[in-house]
C-alpha cells in the first residue's frame, strides 16, 4: 500500500503543470491553431518534463530559479537533433520565444516568475550568408520536390525558417515556389509570428502593417 501512494504522490501534478494547462486554456480561447498548441506542448511541455525528473523540488514558480532555466537551455543546446546533428539556433530560439511567452503570461496572471528569468537574454541566431542558385538550378530543385515523395513539406517548412532568421536580421521577405503554395507559406508564417506574440489573432495584423492573406 505504500508503494501505491508513493507512485500516486510522484505523479501528481505540480503547481508549474497547472499553470502551463491554465496557460493552455487562454490560448485555445482567443482562439490559436493546432499547430501552435503542439508548438507550447514541444517545447513548454518539453520543459516542465525536463523540470520533474532533473529538478523535483521545483515544483512551483516560487522553486524556479533563473539557474533552473539555464541550466535547461545548455542542456537543450548540447543535445542531439533527430539526425544526429547539433540542434540548429533557429530551433533553439524558437524553443526559448515559447518559454519566454509562458513567463509572461505567467508574469502577468499574478505568478511569483524571478525577474531574471524574464531578462534572460535571448537566443542567439548567427547571421548566415545566403545561399544563390542559378534560375536553372532552383527550377531543378523544385521539379525534385513532387509532394508524392514527400520533400515539398520540407522545402517549405526550410523556407519558412529561413524566413526567420532573415527577419531578423530586419528582412521579411519570401517568395513561394508557386502559387498554389502561397496560403500555405502564409499559414505557417502567421503561425511562427502568432507564437512569438508578434501578431493579433483575427488577422495578420503587426505593428507596422496588415498583410493580406492572398498576399504573395
Given at each position: 500500500m505504500?508503494?501505491?501512494?508513493?507512485?500516486?504522490?510522484?505523479?501528481?501534478?505540480?503547481?508549474?503543470?497547472?499553470?502551463?494547462?491554465?496557460?493552455?486554456?487562454?490560448w485555445q480561447g482567443l482562439p490559436v491553431s493546432p499547430a501552435t498548441l503542439r508548438l507550447y506542448e514541444h517545447t513548454i511541455g518539453r520543459f516542465l518534463r525536463w523540470v520533474r525528473v532533473e529538478h523535483a523540488d521545483v515544483r512551483r514558480f516560487e522553486d524556479l530559479s533563473v539557474?533552473?532555466?539555464?541550466?535547461?537551455?545548455a542542456a537543450l543546446a548540447?543535445?542531439?537533433?533527430?539526425r544526429g546533428k547539433p540542434i540548429q539556433p533557429e530551433t533553439l530560439s524558437g524553443s526559448d520565444r515559447a518559454l519566454r511567452t509562458f513567463f509572461r503570461w505567467a508574469s502577468a496572471e499574478g505568478y511569483p516568475v524571478a525577474e531574471r528569468i524574464l531578462t534572460l537574454p535571448k537566443v542567439r541566431v548567427p547571421w548566415k550568408e545566403p545561399t544563390l542558385f542559378h534560375i536553372r538550378q532552383l527550377?531543378?530543385?523544385?521539379?525534385?520536390?513532387?509532394?508524392?515523395?514527400?520533400?515539398?513539406?520540407?522545402?517549405?517548412?526550410?523556407?519558412?525558417?529561413?524566413?526567420?532568421?532573415?527577419?531578423?536580421?530586419?528582412?521579411?521577405?519570401?517568395?513561394?515556389?508557386?502559387?498554389?503554395?502561397?496560403?500555405?507559406l502564409n499559414a505557417r508564417a502567421r503561425e511562427r509570428l502568432a507564437a512569438a506574440g508578434l501578431v493579433d489573432h483575427e488577422g495578420l495584423a503587426s505593428a507596422a502593417r496588415r498583410s493580406a492573406a492572398a498576399t504573395r
Open positions: 505504500r508503494v501505491i501512494q508513493g507512485t500516486a504522490a510522484e505523479r501528481r501534478t505540480t503547481p508549474l503543470e497547472e499553470a502551463y494547462a491554465h496557460f493552455r486554456l487562454d539557474v533552473v532555466v539555464r541550466e535547461y537551455r548540447a543535445r542531439s537533433g533527430l527550377r531543378e530543385i523544385l521539379a525534385a520536390c513532387n509532394p508524392r515523395l514527400g520533400d515539398r513539406d520540407e522545402l517549405l517548412a526550410s523556407m519558412v525558417d529561413d524566413w526567420w532568421s532573415a527577419r531578423e536580421r530586419g528582412e521579411s521577405v519570401m517568395q513561394a515556389p508557386s502559387w498554389r503554395d502561397v496560403a500555405e
